[in-house]
Nanobody, 119 residues
Framework: QVQLVESGGGLVQTGGSLRLSCAAS????????MGWYRQAPGKQRELVAT???????NYVDSVQGRFTISRDNAKNTVYLQMNSLKPEDTAVYYC?????????????WGQGTQVTVSS
């Protein structure tokens, strides 16, 4: 049974920082690409950042230079360090794992963690 469990969300003031964690079980973590997505009220879920099994990272333009995604394969955990937070970063943040095998995508999601940035 695959489980992705996010933690680290909360309420922070503009300019503050948070670090989200996502602990994975039930998958071979080291070979999965991992990602963070977010969904604000009334908006579609959007990609925030991804990291490949080899450590290559990608960010949406709006968080470039402020957020850092990283992974610790020994702990089966992916992190999202969020600095210089803005009210528009307020959303539920979701962790995703993705593994492509023979053209089939195995994708799993966590339950989400709320991040609220007050102005």
């Amino acid at each position: 049974q695959v489980q992705l469990v996010e933690s680290g969300g909360g309420l922070v003031q503009t300019g503050g920082s948070l670090r989200l964690s996502c602990a994975a079980s039930g998958i071979i973590f080291s070979i999965n690409a991992m990602g963070w997505y977010r969904q604000a009220p009334g908006k579609q879920r959007e990609l925030v950042a991804t990291i490949t099994s080899g450590g290559r990272t990608n960010y949406v333009d709006s968080v470039q230079g402020r957020f850092t995604i990283s992974r610790d394969n020994a702990k089966n955990t992916v992190y999202l360090q969020m600095n210089s937070l803005k009210p528009e970063d307020t959303a539920v943040y979701y962790c995703q794992s993705r593994l492509e095998i023979q053209l089939y995508d195995y994708v799993y999601w966590g339950q989400g963690t709320q991040v609220t940035v007050s102005s």
